[in-house]
C-alpha cells in the first residue's frame, strides 16, 4: 500500500477504475435564470487531485451536491465511480468542513468512523462485528487518532474531529474523495496533517479527490488541476495554468493580479475571494 | 393504611392477576420507550414527544366519548400528529412554535371532548395520569402487538436512522434517506408515546420517553452502552413506581416520574465529575 502512485495505478485499472473517477460532459446547472455554470466538460482521473475554487455563491458546493446525487443537472451528464450519481455514493467518500459537534451527543470517535463505512445500511449492524471493528481500528490508526477513539466527539478539537473525518470518509475505501472545505478554521498544523492525509491517500490507492476550497495556499502542492468557478464562467487547468493575473482577470472580468511569493500565491483584486462568511453544507435542501 | 407503604400488602398485591397485568405492560412500556429515547434526544424531540402525548390524550377522550377502546383512539391521533410532526423539517426554524400552535388547540380538543364525557370519572383522570393497574387483556395484547411492531421496524433503519441522527450532513452525502426515517420514526415515537398514555398518563410521559435517554447519555458516549442503560433505567422507573404504589392511593405517576428523575440527577452528576477533570488537563 506504500508503492509510488505510478507502480500502483496500473493494478488498479481493473474493472471498477477503467471509467474515470469522475465524468462532467456539457454540465450545466442553474437555479431560474442564474447559470451557475455551464458546458462544463471535466474528467478527473483516478489518483489526481483536483482543487474547485471560486468565490462564494459560484457553484462549488452545489458541483458536489450534482456529484452525491443531491442536485440534479440542467443539462449535460455525469457519472461518479463508473455510475450514475446517488447510485454509487458507497463508493464516494465525503469530508465536511470542520464544525462543532454537539459536546452532548453520545457518540465516540470511533462510531463517528464506523458510520463511513456501514452507516448508510439497513438493519443494527450485528453481523461481521469482529471484521468491522478491525476495519475501523485500521482506519483510525491511519490518521493516528487511535488514542482518542473512545472519548466523546463532542469534547475534542477541531483538528481532532478533522482526522475523524478524514477516516469516516476513507474507511469504505472509496474510488472519489469529495471535500467541501475540510480545513476551514483549522491552524496551520492540522491544515498541513489533514491535506497530507488525503494526499497519502490518493497516491497509495488511487483515489481521486475534488477538493473545494476558497484557499489554495495550503494544498498547492498536492494540486494537478484547478477548476476555477466565477458567476458560470470557468478555467480548468495546471495551478501554473490558471492561477495567473491574465487567467484570472478575465474570469473575474476586472483586473486581478497573481503574485508568487515564496512558494505561496496571493491573489489581489478578485471580489469576495476572502473567508467563507455563509460556509454551505451539502445536506442544505 | 397505617404507613405509606405496607411491604406485605404489597407482596401480597404481586399476585393478584391484575398487578401482574400492569407490570407485564409497565415492562414492555418500559423496553420500547428505553430503547427510543437515546435517539429521541440525539434528535431533540423532547418537544414533539411532549405534543404528540397530548394530542393522544385527546384522541383517548375521543375515543370515551365514542365508546370505543382509548388505546385505538391515542394510538389514531398520536400516529396522526406524529405524521405531521414528522413531516416539518428537522432544521425549520418554525418548528418548534408549529409544535406549540398544534399542542394547543389539540389539547383544547381534549378538553372539550372530555368534558362532554359522561360516564364514570376515573375514566377521564386514567388519561392524564395513567390506570396501568385498569390495563385489561384486550389493551395488553394491544400494547405488546405494538411493541413488537414498533421494536421490529426500528431494528430495520436502526442503523442509517442514527446516522442522520447524530451526523446528518454526512448520512445525507451517503445517500441515507433523512426525509423519510425521519416521518417512519416519528410514527415510531406516536405509537410508543400513544401506549405510554394508557399507562403513566400522556402528562407524564416524558419521563419514560425522555429522561432514560438523556440521563444515560450524560454517563456514556457509547451508544450501545447508552441503550442499555436507557432500557434498564426506563424499566427501575416504571416497575418501581408501580410496585411502591401498590399499597397507596397515589397514581402511579408520581412514583414513575421521581424515580426517573432521581436518576437523572444521579447521572447528570456521574457524568460531571468525570468530565470536569478532563477539561482541566487539556486546558
Given at each position: 500500500m506504500t508503492a509510488p502512485k505510478a507502480s500502483v495505478l496500473p493494478a488498479l485499472t481493473g474493472d471498477a477504475r477503467s471509467e474515470p473517477a469522475v465524468l462532467l460532459a456539457g454540465a450545466g446547472l442553474r437555479y431560474g435564470q442564474r447559470v451557475?455554470?455551464?458546458a462544463l466538460d471535466l474528467t478527473v482521473r483516478p489518483g489526481e487531485f483536483i482543487a474547485v475554487l471560486g468565490p462564494n455563491g459560484s457553484g462549488k458546493t452545489s458541483l458536489l451536491r450534482v456529484l452525491l446525487g443531491l442536485q440534479p443537472l440542467t443539462s449535460g451528464t455525469v457519472r461518479v465511480a463508473g455510475s450514475a450519481p446517488g447510485a454509487g455514493n458507497r463508493h464516494i467518500g465525503y469530508i465536511p468542513q470542520q464544525r462543532v459537534l454537539d459536546?452532548?451527543?453520545?457518540?465516540r470517535g470511533r462510531d463517528l468512523v464506523g458510520f463511513g463505512l456501514d452507516?448508510?445500511?439497513?438493519?443494527?449492524?450485528?453481523?461481521?462485528r469482529r471484521a468491522r471493528r478491525q476495519t475501523v481500528a485500521a482506519a483510525l490508526q491511519a490518521v493516528g487518532a487511535t488514542h482518542y477513539a473512545?472519548?466523546?466527539?463532542?469534547?475534542?478539537s477541531g483538528g481532532e474531529q478533522q482526522r475523524l473525518r478524514v477516516a469516516q470518509a476513507l474507511v469504505g475505501d472509496p474510488d472519489v474523495l469529495l471535500c467541501d472545505?475540510?480545513?476551514?478554521?483549522?491552524d496551520l498544523a492540522h491544515q498541513r496533517a489533514v491535506s497530507d492525509l488525503i494526499d497519502e491517500r490518493r497516491r497509495t490507492a488511487g483515489t481521486a479527490v475534488l477538493f473545494v476550497t476558497h484557499e489554495i495556499n495550503p494544498v498547492l502542492p498536492l494540486v494537478d488541476r484547478v477548476l476555477y468557478l466565477v458567476d458560470g464562467r470557468f478555467m480548468i487547468g495546471t495551478p501554473a495554468e490558471v492561477m495567473t493575473s491574465e487567467t484570472l482577470s478575465a474570469l473575474y472580468r476586472t483586473r486581478v493580479d497573481v503574485v508568487r511569493v515564496r512558494d505561496q500565491i496571493v491573489v489581489v483584486g478578485?471580489?469576495?475571494?476572502?473567508?467563507?462568511?455563509h460556509p454551505h453544507h451539502v445536506s442544505g435542501t | 393504611m397505617g404507613t405509606l407503604f405496607d411491604f406485605n400488602q404489597a407482596v401480597q398485591l404481586l399476585s393478584r392477576g391484575f398487578v401482574q397485568t400492569a407490570l407485564l405492560a409497565g415492562a414492555v412500556l418500559g423496553l420500547v420507550a428505553g430503547v427510543l429515547a437515546p435517539l429521541i434526544v440525539a434528535r431533540n424531540m423532547a418537544f414533539s414527544v411532549h405534543a404528540t402525548a397530548e394530542i393522544a390524550f385527546s384522541g383517548g377522550a375521543a375515543a370515551l366519548l365514542l365508546g370505543i377502546s382509548v388505546g385505538y383512539g391515542a394510538l389514531g391521533a398520536a400516529v396522526i400528529i406524529a405524521i405531521v410532526l414528522g413531516l416539518?423539517?428537522?432544521?425549520?426554524?418554525e418548528r418548534d412554535s408549529v409544535i406549540g400552535v398544534l399542542l394547543a388547540f389539540g389539547l383544547g380538543v381534549g378538553v372539550l371532548l372530555l368534558s362532554m364525557y359522561t360516564g364514570r370519572s376515573s375514566n377521564k383522570f386514567g388519561l392524564l395520569?395513567?390506570?396501568?393497574?385498569?390495563?385489561d387483556s384486550m389493551s395488553l395484547a394491544l400494547l405488546v402487538g405494538s411493541s413488537i411492531v414498533v421494536l421490529v421496524v426500528l431494528a430495520m433503519i436502526y442503523r442509517p436512522l442514527r446516522f442522520a441522527s447524530v451526523d446528518r450532513e454526512v448520512a445525507v452525502a451517503r445517500g441515507v434517506p433523512d426525509a423519510w426515517l425521519t416521518v417512519v420514526f416519528a410514527v415510531l415515537v406516536g405509537v410508543a408515546t400513544a401506549l405510554g398514555v394508557q399507562t403513566v398518563g400522556s402528562l407524564l410521559v416524558m419521563s419514560l420517553m425522555i429522561t432514560p435517554g438523556a440521563a444515560a447519555n450524560r454517563v456514556t458516549a457509547n451508544p450501545l452502552l447508552a441503550t442499555v442503560l436507557s432500557v434498564v433505567f426506563a424499566e427501575v422507573a416504571i416497575l418501581g413506581g408501580i410496585v411502591l404504589s401498590l399499597?397507596?392511593?397515589?397514581?402511579?405517576s408520581p412514583f414513575v416520574t421521581a424515580i426517573s428523575f432521581v436518576i437523572y440527577l444521579v447521572c447528570r452528576a456521574v457524568g460531571t465529575a468525570r468530565v470536569t477533570p478532563a477539561l482541566a488537563v487539556r486546558t
Open positions: 451557475l455554470w455551464d459536546p452532548a451527543v453520545a457518540l452507516g448508510h445500511r439497513w438493519g443494527i449492524g450485528l453481523r461481521d473512545d472519548n466523546p466527539v463532542g469534547r475534542l472545505e475540510p480545513l476551514l478554521s483549522l478578485a471580489a469576495d475571494r476572502g473567508d467563507c462568511e | 416539518l423539517s428537522r432544521r425549520d426554524t395520569v395513567g390506570q396501568i393497574v385498569g390495563v399499597p397507596t392511593s397515589v397514581p402511579v
